[in-house]
C-alpha cells in the first residue's frame, strides 16, 4: 500500500476556489492511477475525479466536469484537485485515493488518505 496524506481543505463561500492536495509515499508514485472521492453526512462515498498514471487520461463525475481539474506531478509524488465555482453541495469530506486500475469504482482502490474537509457555505 501507499500512504497519503491530504491537504488544502477549508471553509470557503459558493463561488470560491480551493485546490487540494495529496502528498503519496511507500511505492512507486508513476505506477499508480490515482483518484479523488468525497463523502458528505450521511451519505456513501463518491468518486469524484481519477487521473492515469501518466497524467494523459482524467475522468470526472459528472456534476464536476468542468469545475474541478485534477492533475498529478509525478516527479513530486503529488496529486491535486483544483476546485472552481464551489456549490454547497461540494461540501464534503474529500479523499485521495491510490489503485492500479483507472477507474471510478471504489473498490478498486487500494489506498486512501485520512481524508480533508471542504466546507462551502451559502
Known amino acids: 500500500q501507499v500512504r497519503l496524506v491530504e491537504s488544502g481543505g477549508g471553509l470557503v463561500q459558493a463561488g470560491d476556489s480551493l485546490r487540494l492536495s495529496c502528498a503519496a509515499s511507500?511505492?512507486?508514485?508513476?505506477?499508480?492511477?490515482m483518484g479523488w472521492f468525497r463523502q458528505a453526512p450521511g451519505k456513501e462515498r463518491e468518486f469524484v475525479a481519477a487521473i492515469s498514471r501518466s497524467g494523459i487520461n482524467t475522468h470526472y463525475l459528472d456534476s464536476v466536469k468542468g469545475r474541478f481539474t485534477i492533475s498529478r506531478d509525478n516527479s513530486q509524488n503529488l496529486v491535486f484537485l483544483q476546485m472552481n465555482s464551489l456549490t454547497p453541495e461540494d461540501t464534503a469530506v474529500y479523499y485521495c485515493?491510490?489503485?492500479?486500475?483507472?477507474?471510478?469504482?471504489?473498490?478498486?482502490?487500494?489506498?486512501w488518505g485520512q481524508g480533508t474537509q471542504v466546507t462551502v457555505s451559502s
Open positions: 511507500g511505492r512507486t508514485f508513476s505506477d499508480d492511477c
Open positions: 485515493a491510490a489503485s492500479t486500475w483507472f477507474s471510478f469504482r471504489r473498490d478498486e482502490y487500494d489506498s
